[in-house]
């Protein structure tokens, strides 16, 4: 019994080790990644929006890349306590562009390419660290450009309010495209079917970007 007690004891110590290192590795190296990968998205929106003829992002001081502009206090809260958040969303007027679902489509797509740049780039300065590079600079690096390629495939799911419904419905026949409009009524329903552990969409969702993760970090020589 006593025996017993004492393994019990071992294993809840264990336990308890485990679950704090992993949130050392939240605090200290996985939402500093989070907020600069989601800096640079948001930016990328504002400033391709800016390019393209609308200017309502950087009237509303979003062209820039300073973290705070961006960081949603509850977003925020959020992806401290429970691991997912958001940010701001950065306000465009579709109307400003000349050509407005393709034009809104290339805004929306610059969030996740700049994502998926910044992955890119991370992946050619681990290919040139020396061989003696400190395991912590390397581990860093790698969980890096994994959060901007989940950032990036995440957004791209063809959804409200994500990325990847714009671009779709720029695709999309005219005829078709006030019926995928009108998905955004729903886009808190449909979110939370994604995000949600015991959805079964949910499943289907993080096993695909798990395996997209995986493919690309291989792709990129990690």
Known sequence: MILS????????IMTESLIVQEYIYWIVVAIPSILVAA??????????AFRLGDATAKAEGRLTLNPLKHIDPIGAISMILFRFGWSKPVPINEYNFT??????????????????????????????????????????????????????????????????????RAMLPAKLRYYWEQLEKYSIILILLLILPFSPL?????????????????????
Request: no cysteine; proline share 5%; aromatic share 14%.
């Open 39 to 48: 800096t640079v998205h948001e930016y990328a929106h504002a400033y391709t």
């Open 99 to 168: 050509k407005r679902e393709l034009h809104t489509a290339m805004v929306a797509l610059a969030g996740p390419l700049s994502n998926l740049l910044l992955a890119f780039l991370t992946a050619l300065l681990f290919k040139i660290l020396p061989n003696n590079t400190n395991e912590l600079i390397v581990f860093f690096l790698y969980s890096f450009a994994a959060i901007n390629i989940a950032l990036a495939v995440f957004n791209l799911i063809p959804i409200p309010p994500l990325d990847g419904h714009k671009i779709v």
């Open 202 to 222: 949910s499943k289907f969702v993080f096993t695909f970007i798990r395996n997209t993760l995986a493919y690309l970090l291989q792709l990129l020589g990690f």
């Open 5 to 12: 007690k004492r393994l019990l004891f071992i294993k809840f």
